[in-house]
């Protein structure tokens, strides 16, 4: 695709609920990034991929927490038994080189309500 | 650890006056420095990046920002304000070239009065 793209748009989740955030990069990008993005507040950093392997999860907050990216492509961001301090915007980078210091694309993101 | 801090939430300038955001970095080695824009219902974008080259980066339409390593600031300006700059800025930093975490501010909301 011509970009990004990340699903659901949005997504309502009962407090308790295991809910699952696809993310689509663009072909070939080789670092893929999660971010979380709380109201009011600049996106804060989830986890790293570069390829299919997790180099960095030091952001995840909670065991609670998962990402993956089987393939080297598409990955999920996991979130078990949802709490309301989860809601915010879900964010999906992703970037042709290894990490951050090349421009990174951004996806329009899944915004998550816990009720 | 590094961080960067943005002075004002909040940024309000009429249309075709000077634009200028501010932001200030913390690291205990030399940075690489980026501004992205969020518009509303898009994915942030990239306006321009600093990594040790030149001290005045030019940008994406029609921004710029210069690097004072005295003050420790990267702040982002445009001559002429236009409409279409009403967004979200965020500056961000990672410590040194290669570092997967990229660190933002909290954001700057411009806006612009016609």
């Known amino acids: 695709g011509a970009g990004v793209s990340q699903s659901p748009r949005y997504k309502v989740a009962k407090r308790g609920q295991d809910v699952a955030l696809r993310c689509d990069p663009i072909?070939?990008?080789?670092?893929l990034f999660w971010y979380q993005q709380a109201l009011g507040q600049g996106p804060e950093f989830l986890t790293y991929?570069?390829?299919?392997?997790?180099?960095?999860k030091s952001g995840l907050p909670s065991d609670r927490f998962f990402a993956e990216r089987p393939e080297g492509s598409v990955s999920t961001l996991k979130i078990q038994r949802t709490q309301q301090e989860d809601s915010a915007v879900y964010l999906c980078?992703?970037?042709?080189?290894?990490?951050?210091?090349?421009?990174?694309?951004f996806g329009s993101g899944t915004q998550l309500s816990v009720l | 650890a590094q961080s960067v801090t943005q002075l004002g939430s909040h940024v309000s300038v009429s249309e075709g006056a000077l634009v200028l955001l501010r932001c200030n970095y913390s690291?205990?080695?030399?940075?690489?420095l980026f501004w992205y824009v969020q518009y509303p219902n898009q994915g942030l974008q990239l306006l321009l990046k600093?990594?040790?080259?030149?001290?005045l980066v030019k940008g994406i339409n029609g921004f710029e920002a210069e690097f004072k390593k005295s003050e420790t600031s990267f702040h982002l300006t445009k001559p002429s304000a236009h409409m279409s700059d009403a967004a979200e800025y965020f500056c961000?930093?990672?410590?040194?070239?290669?570092?997967?975490?990229?660190?933002f501010g909290t954001g700057t909301r411009l806006t612009i009065i016609p």
């Open positions: 991929f570069q390829n299919e392997a997790q180099l960095d």
């Open positions: 072909s070939g990008h080789v670092s």
């Open positions: 961000a930093v990672i410590s040194n070239f290669g570092n997967e975490k990229l660190t």
């Open positions: 600093y990594t040790s080259a030149a001290t």
């Open positions: 690291s205990s080695v030399p940075p690489y």
């Open positions: 980078a992703s970037s042709p080189r290894q990490g951050a210091g090349e421009k990174l694309f």
